[in-house]
């Protein structure tokens, strides 16, 4: 059984930094390339980065370009996202998903598996 869960969120003021982390199990992790999502209240789920399975590969939406970083760690069968100079508008259920797709998509119904997400909330 896949699962993916999500661990780090929380409440942090505007301008900080908080660090996401998504452990899978159940599935060959370096053979699958990783996202993650958000999705704020009355908002549609959207694209924020990801990482292709071989980890050379990045992507990142145009609104966290150069504050969140993803990576991975494939010993530890593990999802980072290390987000810097957070801002209220960052507030969200921030999910991984995982896709068998060499390139990671941007479209969510390109991942094959998801966890349960994690709140981030940045207050002003």
């Known amino acids: 059984q896949v699962q993916l869960v999500e661990s780090g969120g929380g409440l942090v003021q505007a301008g900080g930094s908080l660090r996401l982390s998504c452990a899978a199990s159940?599935?060959?992790?370096?053979?699958?390339?990783m996202g993650w999502f958000r999705q704020a209240p009355g908002k549609e789920r959207e694209f924020v980065a990801a990482i292709s399975w071989i980890g050379g590969s990045t992507d990142a939406a145009n609104s966290v370009k150069g504050r969140f970083t993803i990576s991975r760690d494939n010993a530890k069968n593990t999802l980072y996202l290390q987000m810097n100079s957070l801002k209220p508008e960052d507030t969200a259920v921030y999910y991984c998903?995982?896709?068998?797709?060499?390139?990671?998509?941007?479209?969510?119904?390109?991942?094959?598996?998801w966890g349960q997400g994690t709140q981030v909330t940045v207050s002003s």
């Open positions: 998903a995982a896709s068998i797709k060499p390139v990671p998509p941007r479209a969510g119904s390109g991942y094959n598996y």
């Open positions: 159940g599935l060959p992790f370096r053979s699958y390339s």
